[in-house]
Nanobody
Framework: VHVVESGGGLVQAGGSLRLSCAASESIVNFDAMGWYRQAPGKERELVARILSGGNTDYANSVKGRFTISRDNAKNTLYLQMNSLKPEDTAMYYC??????????????WGQGTQVTVSS
């Protein structure tokens, strides 16, 4: 299984980006998918997560600005990012799991897409 991110780039503060994560198989097989990010010198952190039933979780720092969604027909996960701030600058990773409810861990990770927000 492969997951591939796209949609990153350079944007000014206050701008928007939409990240996509395309999976090589049907995402209905995953009980959880999520977006994580890692800035230089910092640990990787959860940005947003969506479970198979549609429940979502967000980091406090992105609540009200970011929206996670999934399109099962396109086997794609999205992250709509609005009102971007310089502190959102990081490498963003997509993750997927078919056993998250049991293990709490992700089985598959993408290579990442860079998001840079200029002030």
């Amino acid at each position: 299984v492969h997951v591939v991110e796209s949609g990153g780039g350079l944007v000014q503060a206050g701008g928007s980006l939409r990240l996509s994560c395309a999976a090589s198989e049907s995402i209905v097989n995953f009980d959880a998918m999520g977006w994580y990010r890692q800035a230089p010198g910092k640990e990787r952190e959860l940005v947003a997560r969506i479970l198979s039933g549609g429940n979502t979780d967000y980091a406090n720092s992105v609540k009200g600005r970011f929206t996670i969604s999934r399109d099962n027909a396109k086997n794609t996960l999205y992250l709509q990012m609005n009102s971007l701030k310089p502190e959102d600058t990081a490498m963003y990773y997509c993750a997927a799991s078919s056993s998250y409810v049991l293990s709490g861990e992700y089985d598959y990770w993408g290579q990442g897409t860079q998001v840079t927000v200029s002030s």
